[in-house]
């Protein structure tokens, strides 16, 4: 659904020695999903939950919030293109679910059409985790493919 969100606190921060109460803390995160609105709704939240942490325990907190990018919308030809090349190009292709990833490259697809491609390298790690090791064997194949596919989207721009 669009008013799914993960949100994630990745850092915290506070504190030098096991027996001194610290007084400041340090926390950092992010926040995905899958509409504008569920982000502004989380925003809204942040605020209030400090507010009232704020009021309750007489501590200041303060709150940068970096807006991420948006959510990543593939157009659907772009997609059925890519996954038609990919196929073509002798690579296992699928569709994924959705996911709340954040990529810049959301901004682009505001502005046009296209689609965003995952490469999986089948390693036993995901991409983001710690014991994450890229497989080589994937580079060439997938460089190749992104050549190819290119080519193909020109031709069809070109042509239609």
Known sequence: SADNAVVSITQF????????IPDKAWLEGTVRSFSAQARERIQQRFQQIIAGFSAAFDVKIDLDWQAGPPSVVN???????ALAQATKSGLIAKE??????GEDF?????????TFVMV???????????????????????AHYLADFAIAALTAYRAG
């Open 120 to 142: 999986g390298t089948g390693e036993q790690h995901p991409l983001h985790h710690p014991a994450f090791k890229i497989n080589d064997q994937v580079l060439l194949p997938t």
């Open 96 to 101: 994924v679910d959705a996911s709340p990833i």
């Open 13 to 20: 921060h506070s504190g030098s020695a096991w027996n001194i």
């Open 75 to 81: 157009d659907p030809h772009w997609a059925a293109f």
């Open 106 to 114: 959301a901004y682009y697809l505001q502005r046009t059409p296209g």
